[in-house]
């Protein structure tokens, strides 16, 4: 598996925002699926957002949905997750993956379906 890298992430206090982004020099994105996931600790991985190919097709977890937006832009090979309206239970470490194809929109959220990650972020969130 070839290497992901994020960035963007960072402290800040609820209620303010964030944006992620994921690049690779090793490929190009245009054919996967994509997916941001997060982890806390003491906590399973769990998918936030998933993205298709072509950036038709999106998905959320109810905890962030209205807050949380993923795009991605083929051109400059990178992947995107703007993050408003954030709250402490956001704090975690995002990671970026990428599935080569297309998925489920279900599926684009589901860390079994990644073999590509990145090394993550670090999101903190404080009152």
């Known amino acids: 598996a070839q290497p992901l890298v994020e960035s963007g992430g960072g402290s800040v206090q609820a209620g303010g925002s964030l944006r992620l982004s994921c690049t690779t020099s090793?490929?190009?994105?245009?054919?996967?699926?994509m997916g941001w996931f997060r982890q806390a600790p003491g906590k399973e991985r769990e998918g936030v957002a998933g993205?298709?190919?072509?950036?038709?097709?999106?998905i959320y977890i109810d905890s962030v949905k209205g807050r949380f937006t993923i795009s991605r832009d083929n051109a400059q090979n990178t992947l995107y997750l703007e993050m408003n309206g954030l709250k402490l239970e956001d704090t975690a470490m995002y990671y970026c993956?990428?599935?080569?194809?297309?998925?489920?929109?279900?599926?684009?959220?589901?860390?079994?379906?990644?073999?590509?990650w990145g090394q993550g972020t670090q999101v903190t969130v404080s009152s």
């Open positions: 090793y490929y190009e994105i245009n054919n996967y699926s």
């Open positions: 993205i298709d190919p072509r950036g038709r097709r999106t």
């Open positions: 993956a990428a599935r080569f194809g297309v998925l489920d929109s279900a599926d684009m959220i589901q860390t079994r379906e990644y073999a590509n």
